[in-house]
């Protein structure tokens, strides 16, 4: 556990931004400056946006996946109180797996 680069400090705090992100990165990162750690935190962010736009699953190795799906949905038929489903959903959603590491990190 002592390895790893993430710390639970991060999930108790009131919450994290990507402007929280970018400090705390650039402390950690002695050697970079604060301007190329934020070009760094753009990028990965960037890539992400990229991967969810092509529908692509992004999977980050003891932290979790990202997925998109088609987010499925439904009205109601007031006359016969039924819902009633949509063939073709338009609309996608992101959906996150938290890993098993993480998820172990949370609990305890």
């Not at 919450?15 to 990965?44: C, E, P």
């Not at 439904?74 to 006359?79: E, L, T």
Request: glycine residues 4%.
């Amino acid at each position: 556990m002592s390895n790893t680069w993430y710390h639970i400090a991060i999930v108790r705090s009131r919450g994290l931004n990507k402007q929280k992100l970018i400090k705390r990165l650039h402390k950690r990162l002695k050697g970079f400056d604060l301007k190329d750690v934020k070009h760094i935190v753009n990028s990965l962010f960037y890539e992400m946006n990229q991967a969810f736009f092509n529908h692509e699953r992004i999977e980050i190795k003891n932290f979790g996946v990202f997925t998109t799906y088609k987010k499925k949905r439904y009205g109601r038929n007031f006359n016969q109180n039924k819902p009633i489903y949509f063939k073709d959903p338009k609309e996608y959603t992101v959906k996150f797996k938290l890993g098993s590491k993480v998820k172990r990190l949370l609990n305890d």
